[in-house]
């Protein structure tokens, strides 16, 4: 579920929420709802955003300090996500804004607000852009709380929960040094803030697609070859969904030309070199 807790935060409900964990955060509609296919073909452009006054100060629920990023650049995880609906559509979110169900929004313990994320469904590999502007949910391995909107389009409004993974998106960030899935990533909460060190590495750009189904082929057709540890970026290019598949990271400018001129004699063509 989103924010929905303490002044300043909404209203808080996990009492409310436990008695719909099995079929996750969200409220299945009765009336005068939209259907969900009418959903499937909004997009979010993401554009460049101030943060909010509020919702982005270090915060305690259930006993657990969480520490909302000052950027989303560089944010990666994967774990469950669940949907809200009723009764939180017209309730204010943690920046202040207004919730409405059928936009493409979504709630995070840490991501700022309002921040640009984009999610995919594991199961079904589709995806969707969403706009942070809440907080949420507070139960274990769950790390987004979905709009019904946003639900509809990722296929999680049948299931209640679904497991995906979120990347952090930053306008006009497209060329800094993208952070790789860590699957074992903790939930960012404690005394102690949790940030990405920035590291001097280098990656090689192989190819750049619209579908995670062709970023998917040419990761295939690299570890067929031999090269080593190829994966795929989500990222934003002039306000579209872009997958991106590198190689590396290598610890200096000449071992990436070295693998640059590996891939040309494997016949892959000449990868582009990506600066830290």
Not at 121 to 139: C, M, Q
Not at 179 to 189: G, K, L, M, S, T
Not at 216 to 228: A, P
Request: glycine share 10%; proline share 8%.
């Amino acid at each position: 579920m989103g924010s929905r807790y303490g002044a300043g935060y909404g209203r808080f409900a996990v009492g409310l929420c436990l008695a719909f964990m099995l079929a996750g955060c969200g409220f299945l509609p009765s009336t005068g709802y939209r259907n969900p296919a009418d959903l499937s073909t909004r997009n979010i452009v993401p554009h460049k955003l101030t943060l909010s006054p509020y919702g982005n100060s270090p915060y305690t629920v259930d006993g657990r300090t969480y520490y909302p990023l000052k950027t989303a650049a560089g944010y990666r995880k994967r774990g469950i996500a669940s949907w809200y609906g009723l009764p939180f559509n017209g309730q204010k979110t943690s920046d202040g804004e207004t919730y409405n169900m059928y936009a493409m929004t979504a709630a995070s313990k840490v991501l700022p607000l309002p921040s640009y994320a984009l999610v995919r469904n594991l199961n079904n590999n589709k995806t969707v852009i969403v706009r942070v502007n809440d907080r949420g949910p507070f139960y274990p391995g769950r790390i987004i709380d979905l709009s019904y909107a946003a639900a509809a389009r990722l296929g999680v409004l049948a299931t209640g929960t679904a497991p995906v993974e979120v990347v952090g998106l930053v306008p006009g960030e497209t060329h800094r040094r993208p952070i790789p899935v860590d699957r074992h990533e903790p939930d960012v909460f404690g005394p102690h803030p949790a940030h990405h060190a920035a590291r001097a590495d280098f990656f090689v750009q192989v190819g750049a697609f619209a579908r995670h189904q062709d970023a998917e082929r040419l990761i295939r057709r690299l570890d067929k070859k031999g090269l080593k540890d190829p994966r795929i970026f989500p990222d934003v290019v002039n306000g579209r969904a872009l997958y991106l598949v590198r190689l590396g990271p290598e610890a200096d400018k000449d071992a990436a030309l070295a693998l640059s001129r590996r891939l040309d004699r494997e016949g892959m063509g000449h990868g582009l070199i990506i600066d830290p």
